[in-house]
């Protein structure tokens, strides 16, 4: 089903992203009813947050680097490594249960190119990122202020929006702002090296 709606979007991945994609879901459902890490747990439900999390490399720059703010069970950051295991990426998530779900599927998949940090993302220093996204964590002008000791003049942003995306992005003033809206509720919040 994963590949069959994946297909359809024009979106091609190898047979060991499929098989990883396989293992996430059964490993998110094992943990999930324990330590209630997403709403939920049901096989259609897990397939439509994967297609949501990976939907975005349709239209963004390739990247070398890329944070994820509040991964939570691995939506978008988890999924966008999988599907790019040559690009380094930096999962950052405050929550202990979640980490510890996080660096196990890390282990499990063998995905080298994952980091895991538990921290709030100001907490986070020394770093610099291709791309900074995030998933229903807080409002955009604060995700800016938050990861701005993060970026470069090259940094990209993907914040994945929902029905508030045109109001933040008034809010938060920014003038570089592509949105691309799936579906009735999301939008993906894209920015890409110009000035923020």
Same mark, same amino acid.
């Not at 297609?51 to 390739?62: G, H, Q």
């Not at 950051?77 to 405050?94: D, H, N, Q, T």
């Not at 003038?175 to 000035?195: I, P, Q, S, T």
């Given at each position: 089903m994963l590949k069959e709606k994946l297909t359809a979007l024009d979106l091609h991945f190898d047979d060991l992203f499929y098989e990883r994609c396989e293992k996430y879901i059964a490993l998110l459902q094992q943990w999930g009813k324990i330590h209630n890490l997403t709403a939920s747990l049901k096989d259609e439900e897990i397939i439509n947050n994967i297609v949501d999390s990976v939907y975005p490399l349709k239209f963004i720059d390739s990247f070398e680097s890329l944070a994820d703010v509040g991964t939570g069970a691995g939506y978008p950051g988890m999924l966008l490594a999988i599907a790019r295991p040559e690009? =380094?990426?930096? *999962?950052? @998530?405050?929550?202990? /249960?979640?980490?510890?779900?996080? !660096?196990?599927?890390?282990?499990?998949?063998?995905?080298?190119?994952?980091?895991?940090?538990?921290?709030?993302?100001?907490?986070?220093?020394?770093?610099?990122?291709?791309?900074?996204?995030?998933?229903?964590?807080?409002?955009?002008?604060?995700?800016?202020?938050?990861?701005?000791?993060?970026?470069?003049?090259?940094?990209?942003?993907?914040?994945? =929006?929902?029905? *508030?995306? @045109?109001?933040?992005? /008034?809010?938060?003033?920014?003038? !570089?702002?592509?949105?691309?809206?799936?579906?009735?509720?999301?939008?993906?919040?894209y920015m890409n090296n110009e000035e923020k």
């Amino acid at each position: 089903m994963l590949k069959e709606k994946l297909t359809a979007l024009d979106l091609h991945f190898d047979d060991l992203f499929y098989e990883r994609c396989e293992k996430y879901i059964a490993l998110l459902q094992q943990w999930g009813k324990i330590h209630n890490l997403t709403a939920s747990l049901k096989d259609e439900e897990i397939i439509n947050n994967i297609v949501d999390s990976v939907y975005p490399l349709k239209f963004i720059d390739s990247f070398e680097s890329l944070a994820d703010v509040g991964t939570g069970a691995g939506y978008p950051g988890m999924l966008l490594a999988i599907a790019r295991p040559e690009s =380094k990426v930096v *999962l950052v @998530e405050p929550r202990a /249960k979640r980490v510890a779900f996080l !660096n196990f599927v890390k282990s499990v998949l063998k995905l080298e190119n994952v980091s895991i940090e538990q921290k709030r993302i100001e907490q986070l220093q020394d770093y610099r990122f291709d791309i900074i996204t995030s998933r229903a964590v807080t409002n955009t002008t604060l995700l800016l202020e938050l990861t701005s000791h993060l970026k470069d003049e090259n940094t990209q942003y993907l914040f994945y =929006k929902g029905s *508030l995306c @045109e109001e933040e992005i /008034k809010d938060a003033n920014v003038k !570089n702002a592509k949105v691309f809206k799936v579906g009735e509720h999301r939008n993906y919040l894209y920015m890409n090296n110009e000035e923020k």
